[in-house]
């Protein structure tokens, strides 16, 4: 008799083989994904230590003094044009951003002979991350908001 075609066993096998390759491919993407998106908020808060830099570049009135700290939001280095819009990844198709409680903190530790010793911290608060920096008490510092004519989401 001249069977053709695959036995039970052969076919269960392929499929036991393809679920394991399947199995193993998603952990990779999955490890990657989470890769990127710690990437991502490492460069937010880059972004937001650097805005924090150069508003204070432009605007050297608001440097504090010595032993002071600033509070500087997010959504006014955006307004302003310091920072772009920071797309939460978690949320990237429903348009979240990371922007409304996120802040730098700006110290000003001491002064040197030539050079004023400031230190820039970032809090970004996004939907499923919250950075180190936003632990800290910020409620006796000055704080610099956006403008009332700034629509920032």
């Not at 990127?36 to 937010?44: I, L, S, W």
């Not at 939001?73 to 979240?96: A, F, N, R, W």
Request: aromatic fraction near 8%.
């Amino acid at each position: 008799m001249n069977k053709k075609g695959f036995t039970m066993v052969e076919l269960m096998a392929v499929i036991i083989i393809l679920g394991i390759l399947m199995s193993l491919a998603y952990m990779g993407v999955t490890q990657y994904l989470e890769r990127a998106r710690d990437a991502t908020y490492e460069d937010f808060e880059e972004n937001i230590r650097t805005g924090a830099t150069n508003y204070l570049i432009d605007h050297t009135g608001y440097i504090p003094e010595v032993g002071e700290s600033i509070v500087i939001d997010v959504s006014k280095l955006i307004c302003e044009g310091y920072v772009e819009e920071l797309q939460d990844p978690h949320s990237p198709t429903k348009g979240g951003t990371c922007n409304l409680n996120s802040y730098a903190i700006v110290t000003r530790e001491e002064d040197t002979s030539s050079n004023m010793m400031i230190t820039y911290e970032a809090c970004l608060s996004c939907s499923e991350y919250k950075s180190e920096a936003c632990s800290k008490n910020i409620t006796s510092f000055t704080r610099l908001t956006k403008d009332a004519d700034c629509e920032v989401n």
